[in-house]
């Protein structure tokens, strides 16, 4: 019997304040160091912490995810940068109650469901070509509902593992 093997890459777009930050922490380091080079040399002690601070800080604001579906288990890994990888979330698709499009009336009741917990794993854009799903499943005995963005032939081998749970509309 073969295996149903199905990998995504998403990069997930960069949010208001991830720009914002990003300006903020470069302007001052560069002020800094401009202040260490005319006025003080302890400012560019600061500049330096600034720096390093960037260096560790930055990468991080700049993420892919990537979805591994094998034989109904679900692994989520997020990519900093295009260079480390951490695993976000594994997910074990027989504990999935539902299965559908962010923007189907079946997850309207467990949207409304304050006790679920929401985890967004996708590329936070919506519209033409960003459909994203929603699966909401048990998961250390508490329900989540995770979003992420699957492609057409992730749908289907998830669907063919538990069709009376996914939906497409």
């Known amino acids: 019997m ?3 093997y199905t990998e995504v890459m998403v990069s997930k777009k960069p949010t208001g304040k991830d720009k914002t930050i990003k300006f903020v922490m470069i302007f001052f380091t ?3 160091a401009v202040a260490g080079i005319i006025v ?3 400012a560019l002690i600061l500049a330096l912490a600034l720096g390093l601070a960037d260096y560790f800080y ?3 604001l700049s993420v892919e995810f990537e979805y591994l579906y094998v034989n109904g288990e679900l692994d989520i890994d997020r990519i900093f ?3 480390r990888r951490k695993r976000a979330a594994s997910y074990e698709l027989t504990n999935m109650e539902i299965m559908a499009p962010l923007a189907s009336h079946r997850l309207d009741s467990y949207k409304n469901n304050r006790s679920i917990k929401q985890v967004d794993y996708s590329s936070g854009i919506r519209g033409e070509g960003h459909n994203p799903y929603a699966i909401v499943i048990s998961n250390q005995n508490a329900l989540q509902m995770v979003i992420f963005e699957p492609n057409e032939i992730m749908i289907k081998d998830i669907r063919n593992r538990a069709p009376r749970k996914v939906f497409m509309d």
């Open 2 to 4: 073969s295996d149903l």
């Open 30 to 32: 560069v002020i800094f």
């Open 40 to 42: 003080t040399p302890i």
């Open 58 to 60: 930055l990468p991080r």
């Open 81 to 83: 940068s295009q260079s």
